[in-house]
């Protein structure tokens, strides 16, 4: 993970991500309370801008293994406890 000034990027399961710092900054104005991504793609940013703005979620150091569909797979294959997906229609 690296910034650039106007631009985060981060290698994120051998795709590249480009999140400039201006989305976080505009994010940070609204002062939110958490960030939750609408849907498996939008984790990453979701991550990434909890993490930036100090609020409650996984690190970003944890990525790769939240996003690792085949280890999740393979734990709900062979009996162990996974987390459930949700689908969120109002907070």
Avoid: Q
Avoid at 12 to 28: D, G, S
Avoid at 69 to 89: I, Q
């Amino acid at each position: 993970m690296c910034g650039t000034g106007k631009t985060w990027n981060a290698d994120c399961r051998n795709r590249r991500i480009y999140i400039k710092w201006e989305t976080v900054e505009l994010v940070r104005s609204f002062d939110p309370v958490l960030v939750i991504a609408g849907s498996e793609n939008g984790v990453p940013l979701a991550t990434h801008l909890a993490d930036e703005l100090g609020l409650p979620g996984n690190p970003w150091k944890n990525i790769d293994k939240m996003i690792n569909e085949e280890a999740l797979e393979f734990c709900r294959e062979n009996g162990f406890t996974t987390a459930a997906d949700v689908v969120a229609t109002r907070l």
